[in-house]
């Protein structure tokens, strides 16, 4: 499979944005698809995922409330972030998992080439 993260952007605190993840090749519906994001000089870190087949969803503590992830016929999984702050400018990546809940990011496989997320102050 292949995955690739579109959608990133320059944008203000407040401000909101939506991010993409397309798959294509073989994909299977017992995936957990996650983001994750990074900054420079810091581990990846688990942002958001959720489970094609089950439909559940789970997220890291820094965005709960703000940010939503979905899914859509199993092959786009999508991030809407809101309420954007300055601490959350990174590159955005998105992942594939056999491990449900998981959040680490050793779980997950088939890393997309990222996009950057810059919200400024």
């Known amino acids: 499979v292949q995955l690739q993260a579109f959608g990133g952007g320059l944008v203000q605190a407040g401000d909101s944005v939506r991010l993409s993840c397309a798959a294509s090749g073989r994909i299977f519906s017992s995936w957990i698809m996650g983001w994750f994001r990074q900054t420079p000089g810091k581990e990846r870190e688990f942002v958001a995922a959720i489970s094609w087949s089950r439909g559940t969803t789970y997220y890291a503590d820094s965005v709960k409330g703000r940010f939503t992830i979905s899914g859509d016929n199993y092959q786009t999984v999508t991030l809407q972030m809101n309420s954007l702050k300055p601490e959350d400018t990174a590159v955005y990546y998105c992942?594939?998992?056999?491990?449900?809940?998981?959040?680490?990011?050793?779980?997950?496989?088939?890393w997309g080439q990222g996009t950057l997320v810059t919200v400024s102050s």
């Open positions: 992942a594939k998992s056999i491990q449900h809940g998981s959040t680490r990011s050793g779980d997950f496989s088939s």
